[in-house]
């Protein structure tokens, strides 16, 4: 019986991937990698891997979502089949590794939010630089990769665009937040540059969420 349950359950996979390979239009293909999305299984990693190469915006923000919620699972498969020629692609897989925090796909990230030309993508890459999750790593693999961290969303904070700021300290935040209770030497210098860009940035929301962001970390 249970033998059957599992058979059944790969069958109906089976099914959504082929729905997916041949969809032959856009809402097709956009309702296809939803119904594919929402089963959560990593059998589906690589159809939704290969739809963000597609043309297709809808679709790819599915993929994504179907991707963040597998999670784990799907992080190595996202870095190996990395199309560097793709620039949709690669964007897309920005995305998905800051949804889903996992310090592996630091590189990426690191890269992404320093050098993209996509205002879109920077943002994304600057706050999931703020998300990653850090248990499991050991305490100096930790404490660099923070620090690489650190220093990139430093360069993130003074972008021309207010939505990358923006992104920036929410970022700031998320990686304070995450550090072991010996604070490194660099969260006293995180600290002044939120409260400097409270004061300073040119714009008020960016402003008032260095302000809520210093409020948060010093409570």
Same mark, same amino acid.
């Given at each position: ?50 739809? =963000?190469?597609?043309? @297709?915006? !809808? #679709?790819?923000?599915? %993929? *994504?979502?179907? $991707?963040?919620? +597998? &999670?784990? /699972? ?7 089949? =990395?199309?560097?020629? @793709?620039? !949709? #692609?690669?964007?897309? %897989? *920005?995305?998905? $590794?800051?949804? +889903? &925090?996992? /310090? ?116």
């Amino acid at each position: 019986m249970f033998s059957d349950v599992i058979m059944t359950k790969d069958e109906s996979i089976q099914k959504l991937i082929q729905a997916v390979d041949e969809a032959d239009s856009a809402d097709g293909l956009l309702n296809a990698v939803k119904a594919l999305a929402a089963e959560n299984s990593p059998a589906a990693i690589p159809s939704l891997i290969q739809v =963000l190469r597609y043309n @297709n915006p !809808g #679709a790819a923000v599915a %993929a *994504v979502d179907g $991707l963040i919620l +597998i &999670g784990e /699972p799907a992080v190595q498969p996202i870095l190996d089949q =990395l199309d560097s020629y @793709n620039y !949709g #692609a690669r964007a897309w %897989a *920005v995305r998905a $590794l800051a949804g +889903i &925090g996992d /310090p592996r796909g630091i590189d990426l990230l690191i890269s992404a939010a320093e050098t993209d030309f996509a205002l879109s993508v920077r943002r994304a890459a600057a706050r999931g630089l703020g998300n990653l999750q850090w248990v499991g790593l050991s305490s100096e693999q930790v404490c660099n990769d923070q620090e690489r961290a650190y220093n990139t969303l430093t360069k993130v904070c003074e972008d021309p665009e207010w939505v990358v700021r923006y992104a920036g300290i929410v970022g700031l935040q998320g990686l304070a937040s995450a550090v072991p209770a010996d604070r490194p030497a660099w969260f006293s210098q995180l600290l002044a540059q939120l409260q400097q860009m409270a004061q300073a940035d040119a714009e008020l929301v960016v402003r008032a969420r260095a302000v809520l962001a210093t409020q948060t970390l010093t409570a």
